[in-house]
């Protein structure tokens, strides 16, 4: 177990709320703000989303461009990873970022169940939010809501769609898709040791499973992702006060499994990226 644990920090997400928790990252400034302290707490990685001014999920280059702006400022070295999940938009919106050439970015490979509706992702958005990626030298992370997406993956980087080995995200305990079950998460393992042997995978769990998981993925010699976007509690009685606060319990893991947390440039390398 030496090898260095990347963390990655969800900070915002599309969905909660200063209602549901006055500590969620809503405009560009809190988020920086926010993403500045999980970076000292130990994240190396900031996914992204944006908000408009009512909190309701964006798209907008702009706010993303002012966000990147900000993280490579206050958090010198962080890998910046933009979401391009569906809920901030419809089709090619959904990459209207990625020229703004972010180190890495999300790509949902295949579509699933969520709580009120059906995350859709169909072949030709996924080809070519995935060539958008490749052309603005971007590292994309696959969001693995099932097993089949793993495998989606595997074809995809053997016919050329993927440059890069996979870096691969095992979601779950999302309403309607998969759940949290350790049987599961020890298969998705074993399916990436056969068919993508010589890439790295991380784990993210939603609500009260996210503490879990993480224990799951630090123990396991994986890679692990806390944060506001996927669960606002410290428990059932106490919100989270802070993204850092995630961040800290996955750090504490880590201690506890005697694994190193991984540096900004030791993650950059890890993933293959550009130094910073």
């Known amino acids: 177990m030496t090898k260095p644990c990347i963390i990655c920090c969800a900070i915002t997400g599309s969905l909660p709320t ?6 969620v990252p809503i405009t560009v400034a809190e988020q920086v703000e926010s993403t500045q302290e999980a ?12 908000r408009n001014d009512e909190q309701t999920p964006s798209s907008d280059p702009e706010k993303f461009a002012r966000l990147k702006e900000g993280l490579e400022k206050h958090c010198p070295g962080m890998i ?43 072949p030709d958005l996924v080809d070519w939010l995935a060539s958008e990626m490749k052309t603005y030298g971007i590292r994309p992370e696959i969001e693995a809501f099932d097993l089949s997406h793993i495998h989606q993956a595997a074809r995809m980087y053997a016919d050329g769609r993927l440059v890069d080995s996979p870096y691969v995200q095992f979601v779950m305990g999302v309403k309607n898709a998969m759940p949290v079950d350790r049987d599961v998460f020890d298969y998705y393992i074993k399916t990436m040791q056969r068919l993508l042997p010589d890439s790295e995978w991380c784990a993210a769990g939603i609500g009260k499973d996210q503490i879990t998981i993480n224990e799951w993925a630090v123990s396991s010699g994986g890679h692990a992702r806390a944060g506001l976007e996927d669960n606002i509690r410290l428990d059932r009685n106490h919100l989270a006060p802070s993204n850092a606060a995630l961040i800290q319990r996955v750090v504490d893991l880590c201690e506890k499994y005697e694994r190193p947390v991984a540096t900004a440039a030791q993650a950059r390398d890890m993933l293959g990226l550009r130094p910073a």
């Open 39 to 50: 970076f000292e707490a130990g994240a190396t990685i900031c996914h992204a989303h944006v």
């Open 80 to 122: 910046i990873q933009f979401s391009t999940g569906g809920r901030s938009g419809a089709g090619q919106t959904r990459g209207g970022m990625l020229p703004l050439r972010p180190d890495m970015a999300s790509l949902s490979v295949g579509s699933n169940n969520f709580p009120t509706r059906v995350y859709e992702n169909p």
């Open 18 to 23: 200063k209602a549901d928790n006055p500590a």
